[in-house]
């Protein structure tokens, strides 16, 4: 019942109250991105979302505009502290997780949830090892498990697991408890970079 009924619609009970938040948000932090290079405002990447079906979701844009996809060895995005193609406005939005707020318009449309796995690029749909899968019966989130306790230092088997868990035990108990567990990572700016130094 909460899986399938309650958590829909405190996501959309939620996403309803944040909205004039990000309004403001929106307001003030779209002039910096677009005249820092001339940019879009957002970046409307290609991800996978619940059942494997493919949508795009919305952040505000972080890096400049044509930056080169980087991955680490385990196939996951390189983030580091002294990544050349994030924007000054780009850094201060992923320390601060603002760039994750247009994510709610990806909660109204019913592709994202509050919280759930991250989404991953199209290619890793056929990286997914059978047992995995599971987590693909869930929406993904705009945090999680992963994000709550390890932000960007888990590595891609790490996340793959942590995700399956989630969506194997889903309560309204772990949603609260990875909530109040985002808060503190996001404002203690825990883990917001992950190089090659730290793969794992």
């Avoid at 108990?173 to 203690?188: A, E, N, Q, W, Y």
């Amino acid at each position: 019942m909460y899986k399938t009924v309650v958590k829909r619609v405190l996501d959309l009970t939620i996403c309803i109250l944040g909205f004039p938040l990000f309004a403001i948000i929106f307001i003030i932090v779209a002039p910096f991105i677009y005249f820092e290079d001339k940019g879009p405002v957002f970046y409307n990447g290609e991800r996978i979302g619940r059942n494997g079906k493919l949508f795009k979701m919305y952040k505000f844009r972080s890096m400049r505009v044509n930056a080169p996809d980087i991955r680490l060895p385990d196939g996951s995005t390189y983030n580091g502290k002294d990544d050349s193609r994030v924007t000054k406005i780009g850094r201060l939005l992923r320390e601060t997780s603002l760039d994750e707020v247009p994510q709610l318009i990806n909660i109204l449309k019913g592709e994202m949830s509050l919280i759930g796995p991250r989404p991953d690029p199209p290619d890793w749909i056929d990286k997914y090892p059978d047992g995995y899968r599971v987590f693909l019966t869930v929406r993904p989130g705009i945090t999680g498990y992963s994000q709550a306790y390890y932000r960007n230092s888990d590595s891609s088997q790490d996340k793959m697991k942590h995700d399956k868990y989630y969506a194997e035990n889903v309560s309204f108990l772990m949603d609260f408890r990875i909530i109040i567990k985002t808060i503190g990572t996001v404002l203690s700016h825990s883990n917001v970079y992950r190089d090659d130094k730290s793969n794992k």
